[in-house]
Each structure stands twice: as structure tokens, then as C-alpha cells.
């Protein structure tokens, strides 16, 4: 973790490659969100069309959590 000493941080390199994992999960979270901002509900076409456009994120979020070794209580779920 984050050490101060004499008004100085310190970070370990184990620390800072958690926070660019954790960075990665965060900007792959906000492509969701804006890849979801413009869905309108205009017709039933239109939204299943933006929501199986969502599915290409999910092996890239699997990965991120998996890089994190966020895995304890998730469900596994697969639409082969």
C-alpha cells in the first residue's frame, strides 16, 4: 500500500500494477457506459440491436476481473 515517510509517498510496483489493473476495469466500464448512453427505446429492434452490441464486452470485463482476481461469488454464464 501507499506509505508516507518524510511527506513522500511510496508505492511499491506490486501497488501500481493493481492500479493500472484497476484503471483498465474502470475504462472499460466507462465504453460501457457511453456505449450504452445513447440507447433510446424507439423500438424493440433498436434496443436488441444496442444490447447484443453489449456482448462484445463481456470477455474484455471477464478479463479485467480475472486480471484483478475478482472471481469469488460470480456466477458463470455463458449463451454459447
Given at each position: ?22 484503471g ?27 444490447v ?29
Amino acid at each position: 500500500m501507499l506509505n508516507s515517510q518524510a511527506g513522500q509517498s511510496a508505492c511499491s510496483a506490486r501497488d501500481l500494477r493493481r492500479l493500472v489493473k484497476y484503471g483498465n476495469l474502470l475504462r472499460l466500464v466507462d465504453a460501457i457506459f457511453w456505449g450504452t448512453a445513447g440507447i433510446r427505446g424507439d423500438s424493440y429492434e433498436s434496443l436488441l440491436k444496442a444490447v447484443l452490441a453489449m456482448r462484445n464486452y463481456e470477455p474484455q470485463l471477464a478479463a479485467a476481473l480475472r486480471m484483478l482476481e475478482w472471481n469469488d461469488g460470480v456466477i458463470e454464464y455463458r449463451n454459447d
